[in-house]
């Protein structure tokens, strides 16, 4: 889920910038389309999971008497044939939109508007019906009409900081002139990044004082599912480094103008979002928390995908050329 949220996050910022335009997607278009190239890889990371669905899935199992009668009442939706049906249909939308992201997009134009604007649509549809099936889905009791915000959210801001990351690492666009005389570059580009933040955090919010003032048991108990064992603490440290610290640092101007400060923001929401997506996918899939198995998985995964994105931001002639031959066609 860390890793297939880069490029989504990275294709609806392209769409975002379709639409809106300004000089700090510019900039970040490079890194993004190159972290755009890594979507069939990240989608073909899911799946082995698809072999043993089991495991993961309390609703696949092979014997549904035993779970709880709000669960029964959802596997009309969630079964096995009709789950990999709607996994062939929003992969294949998402694969589409990388495609025409990435035909219409160089160092020179953005995407045109009709092309974003429909496919910020088709994307918002996708994602609702992914994080339903990949993420709701491993607590079937528990339900939230805000989560596919929550997730789209969540996965534009991890796009955005590293895009960020990467510029800060590789020029200096504090340097460079932003949208108006009285900005840098980078502070237009941190500007959006917090705008980007502050939604996140606004939904994130919202969800949990919805579900608490509703008094609902079963919405509840995802919350203190993930308030004990040990769990509090990835909360307590996912507050930190994805909100508090980054929202100081975004209200301090010298920050923004400053290359080592933009660098610090960047990392910050990184870890954040990390954090985040841990927080919200792990807890439910085994009753203990091991932490070496998950570190050996995560550099397992995180280090096909990063192999993946290193070459497509060292090669950005094969993007160029994927447009130039589907123009050419």
Avoid: C
């Avoid at 709880?68 to 596997?75: A, E, N, Q, S």
């Amino acid at each position: 889920m860390f890793v297939l949220g880069f490029p989504l996050g990275a294709m609806s910022v392209l769409m975002i910038h379709g639409l809106t335009g300004g000089r700090w997607g510019v900039v970040m278009r490079a890194p993004l389309r190159a972290i755009v190239a890594t979507l069939p890889l990240a989608l073909a990371l899911l799946l082995p999971l698809l072999f043993r669905p089991d495991l993961i899935f309390p609703w696949a199992a092979p014997d549904p008497a035993g779970l709880p009668d709000t669960v029964r009442l959802k596997l009309a939706y969630l079964n096995l044939p009709f789950f990999l049906l709607r996994f062939v249909v929003y992969a294949a939308a998402w694969l589409i939109l990388a495609w025409l992201v990435l035909k219409g997009t160089d160092e020179k134009s953005r995407l045109d508007g009709k092309t974003s604007a429909l496919g910020l649509v088709i994307h918002a549809f996708a994602i609702a019906v992914f994080s339903t099936d990949w993420m709701l889905s491993l607590e079937p009791d528990f339900t939230s009409t805000i989560y596919a915000l929550l997730e789209a959210s969540a996965q534009i801001v991890g796009a955005s900081a590293l895009a960020l990351f990467v510029l800060a690492v590789t020029r200096s666009i504090e340097a460079l002139p932003g949208g108006d005389s009285r900005t840098a570059l980078g502070e237009d580009v941190a500007n959006m990044l917090f705008g980007f933040m502050l939604t996140w955090a606004y939904l994130a919010f919202m969800q949990w004082v919805i579900i608490w003032a509703g008094d609902l048991p079963d919405d509840i108990r995802w919350y203190m599912l993930r308030s004990e064992n040990g769990w509090q603490h990835l909360l307590l440290l996912l507050v930190l480094v994805h909100f508090v610290a980054p929202f100081a640092g975004f209200l301090i101007r010298d920050v923004k103008r400053s290359h080592r400060g933009l660098l610090w923001l960047a990392a910050a929401l990184l870890a954040g979002h990390f954090a985040d997506v841990a927080w919200r996918i792990r807890p439910p899939l085994a009753d203990d928390a091991a932490v070496w198995p998950d570190l050996a998985a995560f550099a397992a995964v995180g280090g096909l995908w990063l192999g993946g994105f290193l070459f497509a931001r060292a090669h950005p002639q094969t993007l160029f050329l994927l447009r130039r031959r589907a123009v050419d066609g």
